[in-house]
């Protein structure tokens, strides 16, 4: 243990403490990585000791017909299109308005920060409802387009609360009153200042309402029938219904070689899925963890 540069000498106890907390760090990082793990190695081994559970810790007969298989699905690459459209587009307008909302939220000279706020939070609790959002979104002909995901997933008033923390705690009252004596607008402030010191919040923002968008599946389910516009999520689940069905109806066939194939293949297509669903988002995370990390720690410290 160090303090200051200069090492201490450590109790028993403090090395025990320290070696128990890292066995049980250690335990539930592979608690949490084996599925994962496993459903990746499945996804590239032979479906046959896949089904019949022989699948442990590493792939056996590696193959990738079940991808390929994937990648044939027609409206796929139009999945993805969609998906990082939603994703880049509906994040940065996303966390666009939420950086705005939340600067005003966090001037203690805002005379209406305080009433704002409540209201905020009384719509985390309290919501109008699927069925009249549904009906107000038909009525202004949004449904079955492309904008309809990016503006009823405007903003998460919890994003919101984060990044008006974040600004309280980064908002130095000193140097607004020096900003705004030397003729800076709040626009200026905002831009020219307060902004450029923000960068964690502003990729945890982005990062946050990009995952947001990308795992949306419910409102594209509501709001999106046609196959145009259909995100990533929506044609993974008609691939997953259709090999589902496929397996369903093995019995009333009489091919039964080739039932056997479909049936293989959907087992190994159902893993494929889940790999193809999560990896993009996956290494977004792992580039911008660090900053992830920054702007939550820093925007939980003052509420």
Request: with cysteine; hydrophobic share 50%; charged share 15%.
């Amino acid at each position: 243990m160090t303090f200051s540069g200069r090492k201490i000498k450590s109790s028993r106890e403090d090395i025990i403490f320290e070696v128990i907390t890292n066995i049980l760090l250690v335990v539930a990082c592979l608690i949490v990585l084996y599925p994962l793990y496993f459903i990746i190695i499945a996804s590239i081994s032979n479906p046959d000791y896949v089904i019949a559970g022989k699948l442990s810790l590493y792939p056996i007969d590696v193959t990738f017909s079940g991808y390929r298989k994937i990648f044939k699905f027609k409206n796929l690459m139009n999945g993805y299109k969609n998906s990082f459209f939603y994703a880049i587009v509906g994040g940065a307008l996303s966390a666009t308005l939420t950086l705005f909302a939340a600067y005003p939220l966090s001037k203690h000279d805002f005379s209406g920060r305080k009433p704002f706020t409540i209201f905020l939070l009384i719509t985390m609790f309290f919501q109008g409802g699927m069925i009249p959002l549904y009906i107000v979104v038909n009525k202004l002909g949004l449904r079955n387009t492309p904008y309809v995901l990016l503006i009823v997933n405007g903003i998460q008033v919890w994003n919101l609360l984060v990044t008006r923390s974040y600004f309280k705690t980064n908002h130095i009252e000193s140097l607004s009153e020096a900003a705004e004596i030397d003729g800076c607008s709040h626009f200026g402030y905002f831009f020219k200042i307060l902004l450029p010191i923000s960068k964690p919040i502003i990729i945890t923002m982005l990062l946050f309402y990009a995952v947001w968008q990308w795992n949306d599946f419910f409102r594209a389910m509501i709001y999106l029938d046609k196959p145009d516009f259909q995100p990533l999520q929506i044609v993974l689940k008609e691939l997953l219904a259709t090999a589902q069905v496929s397996s369903a109806i093995y019995d009333l066939m009489e091919d039964q070689e080739a039932l056997t194939e479909m049936l293989r293949a959907a087992e190994q297509m159902k893993y494929g899925v889940i790999v193809i669903a999560t990896l993009p988002m996956m290494v977004v995370y792992l580039i911008m963890q660090e900053y992830f990390v920054q702007g939550i720690t820093m925007g939980s410290i003052k509420g």
